[in-house]
């Protein structure tokens, strides 16, 4: 790693590969002390840089039936709270997996996720597009995923989709 980076920015790095990782397991690969490490991650969360700790899933192998979808959402900004009013009270529902100020042709980007297909076309008909401020929406459904926060997934040896043939 280079050695220009601050220990900060060596905590960062090390945790976004693999975010179990003890203090003293962190101090040792950064020939620091754990408790160096436990300060600067008690300082990042302090300042909002370290927001939480999660488990990457592979969700088709987990529930066959889970479905994922990425929404476009075309918003009216408000008035002195532009996208951010809209964004939290989306943010706010249960299937919303994440939420993201987009440039380009939508402004938008919302993950949802649910049980089956209906459920999340159910939820994009029934409470995004109704709200107040939404112009349009645009909803693609996830069919399958290679690789999430720098993991890659197995490859599915059955799958013969991506087979090309002569």
């Known amino acids: 790693m280079d050695n220009s980076k601050t220990i900060r920015d ?3 790095h090390i945790l976004r590969g693999n975010a179990r990782l003890t203090d003293e397991q962190i101090a040792a690969m950064l020939g620091v002390t754990a408790q160096a490490v436990g300060e600067e991650i008690a300082e990042l969360e302090k300042e909002g840089i370290l927001v939480g700790f999660t ?4 969700e088709e192998a987990y529930d066959k039936n889970a479905v994922t979808a990425i929404v476009e959402l075309k918003v009216s900004p408000q008035m002195e709270n532009g996208y ?3 964004a939290n009270k989306i ?5 919303v997996v994440s939420v ?3 440039s380009g042709g939508f ?4 993950t949802v996720k649910g049980e089956n297909l209906r459920e999340v076309a159910m939820f994009v008909s029934d409470h995004l597009a109704v709200m107040d401020g939404v112009l349009s929406t645009a909803t693609h459904f996830i069919l399958k995923r290679f ?3 720098d993991t890659l997934f197995p490859v599915d040896a059955d799958d013969e989709r991506s087979l090309v043939s002569p």
Do not use: T
């Open 84 to 86: 951010n009013a809209i």
């Open 55 to 58: 488990a990457i899933i592979n």
């Open 10 to 12: 060596r905590i960062l």
């Open 147 to 149: 690789k999430e926060k």
């Open 107 to 110: 402004d938008l980007a919302v």
């Open 100 to 102: 993201q100020l987009m």
């Open 91 to 95: 943010a706010q529902n249960r299937q």
